[in-house]
Nanobody, 115 residues
Framework: QVQLVESGGGLVQPGGSLKLSCAAS??????MGWYRQAPGKQRELVAV???????RYADSVKGRFTISRDNAKNMVFLQMNSLKPEDTAVYYC???????????WGQGTQVTVSS
């Protein structure tokens, strides 16, 4: 059974930092990443990373967010610095099966940036 469990969300002031974690289990994953969905908006890519460590970021988070992963533990992380109110959203962990290329999603974790 494939499971993705996110943690680390919360309320933070503008300019603050948060680190999201996602623990994946069940199969081996190729690409892992983070997406977010703000109220009234479509879900959008935040950052993705391959097993080899190549990362891609949305323009809106470049220079502020850093994605990383631990293949041995099947985990992916998102370090978020210099947070802005517009970063407020539910953040979802995503992982793609190495064999089938099926996509799997976590349940989401709320990040709220507000003073």
């Amino acid at each position: 059974q494939v499971q993705l469990v996110e943690s680390g969300g919360g309320l933070v002031q503008p300019g603050g930092s948060l680190k999201l974690s996602c623990a994946a289990s069940g199969i081996i994953f190729s690409i892992m990443g983070w997406y977010r969905q703000a109220p009234g908006k479509q879900r959008e890519l935040v950052a993705v990373i391959t097993r080899g460590g190549s990362a891609r970021y949305a323009d809106s988070v470049k220079g502020r967010f850093t994605i990383s992963r631990d293949n041995a533990k099947n985990m992916v992380f998102l370090q978020m610095n210099s947070l802005k109110p517009e970063d407020t959203a539910v953040y979802y962990c995503n992982a793609q099966s190495l064999l089938s290329r099926d996509d799997f999603w976590g349940q989401g974790t709320q990040v709220t940036v507000s003073s």
